[in-house]
């Protein structure tokens, strides 16, 4: 399966606050919190950067977890987030991404 | 959209200064009867001080509105407009003046002013929110929660030495970098408006309804989720909800926020204050 590229939308506000991060959609302020690992994904989605890789480097290096796994479960996560617009997905890289 | 107002350069015969917040706004109207109405409704809010903004209302059937229609507030231009089933309006925060279209019930009136203390609030840092607000000490303490999680329980379980700022919507306001909590004619359950005064916030609690009497300190992420799902917001406006979002974050920084679990009953009080 080809890999796939996310980054932030701009439609948003954000802040990291120790190992999470609050999320606010400025389209309908609804409210996000993300846990330690959906927020090392939502920190490196910086558009350029495939999720399978940010999966191998951000998640399974720093939460015990296999990669098949984590994987399965970052597409969910990204795919739950990108469907309130608060996370672009792309299946190339997108320049400029990481808008916050 | 037309919005009917008093007719331009005449004023209006009757205007009731209403002050919640330290923010005195005059409603005005020509008619003696809504006067009346207003002056019962806001009573200790009502305001001998000379307005700094108005609202002008003209009393009409307001067409073209579904009834039931949920609040609606826009940004058109430098105004903003906020409809529902019975009221229209319009508000311009450089002029501090605006003209509500509604029909005689205290409803409508009471919704915009909501509205336009909500936009005048976030420009300065601060907030309405779902939550009690009671003071004891001089100090305010805010209680919130969606309906349900006990915001008028804390209110009415409160002791003789408590005064009631609001058991619905907290009025929150950033001074000088110090946050204050003000009484508000808001009432919830209660049917109580609060006492008009202003105390500085101590403590924000995250109401939980347990079969015994703890407090304990939430992590700032979740003290920021929570604040802001409470926040009344009425308009989607991205710059509007970023201000507000920052406000949310700057309150948590300054004033501690911690999870309520309690038994609805007068004990809970002994951890308070």
Redesign the interface.
């Known amino acids: 399966m080809s890999d796939i590229y996310i980054s932030q939308s701009a ?1 948003i ?1 954000a ?1 990291t ?2 190992e ?3 999320i ?6 609804t ?3 993300l846990n330690p690992v959906g927020t090392a994904i939502w920190t490196a989605a910086d558009g350029t950067t495939p999720l399978s890789q940010i999966v191998e480097e951000r998640v399974c290096a720093e939460f015990e977890v296999s990669p098949e796994e984590a994987l399965d479960d970052a597409k969910a996560f990204v795919e739950k987030l990108a469907g309130h617009g608060i996370l672009l997905i792309s299946d190339s890289p997108v320049s400029g991404g990481g808008s916050l | 959209m037309a919005v009917s107002a008093q007719h331009p350069g005449t004023k209006a015969d009757h205007g009731v200064v209403i002050e919640i917040g330290g923010l005195p706004i005059e409603v005005q109207t020509n008619d003696a009867g809504f006067e009346r109405l207003l002056r019962n409704r806001y009573g200790n809010y009502v305001s001998p001080r000379t307005a700094r903004y108005s609202l002008s209302v003209d009393l009409t059937e307001v067409g073209g509105i579904d009834a039931d229609a949920d609040t609606e507030v826009w940004l058109e231009g430098d105004e903003w407009r906020m409809q529902r089933g019975d009221f229209r309006a319009r508000w311009s925060p450089a002029a501090g003046q605006g003209q509500v279209s509604q029909s005689a019930n205290p409803y409508a009136i009471d919704s915009v002013l909501r509205i336009v203390h909500t936009l005048m609030l976030a420009d300065e840092g601060g907030f309405l929110l779902h939550a009690s607000s009671l003071v004891r000490n001089g100090k305010a303490f805010l209680f919130a929660g969606v309906s349900g999680a006990g915001k008028t329980t804390m209110a009415r379980l409160a002791p003789a030495d408590v005064a009631l700022l609001t058991d619905e919507a907290s009025y929150v306001r950033n001074l000088d970098g110090h946050y204050y909590a003000f009484g508000t004619p808001f009432a919830g359950e209660l049917a109580q408006p609060g006492r008009n005064i202003s105390a500085p916030v101590a403590a924000l609690y995250l109401l939980h309804k347990a079969p015994e009497n703890r407090i304990e300190k939430v992590d700032a992420a979740t003290a920021v989720a929570s604040l802001l799902r409470n926040i009344l917001f009425f308009a989607h406006q991205p710059q509007l909800v970023r201000r507000v979002f920052e406000a949310g974050c700057a309150f948590v920084d300054a004033i501690p926020v911690s999870q309520l679990s309690f038994f609805p009953d007068q004990r809970v009080w002994d951890l308070i204050g």
């Open positions: 439609e506000a802040r606050l120790g999470e991060t609050v606010m959609s400025t389209a309908d302020s409210v996000f919190m």
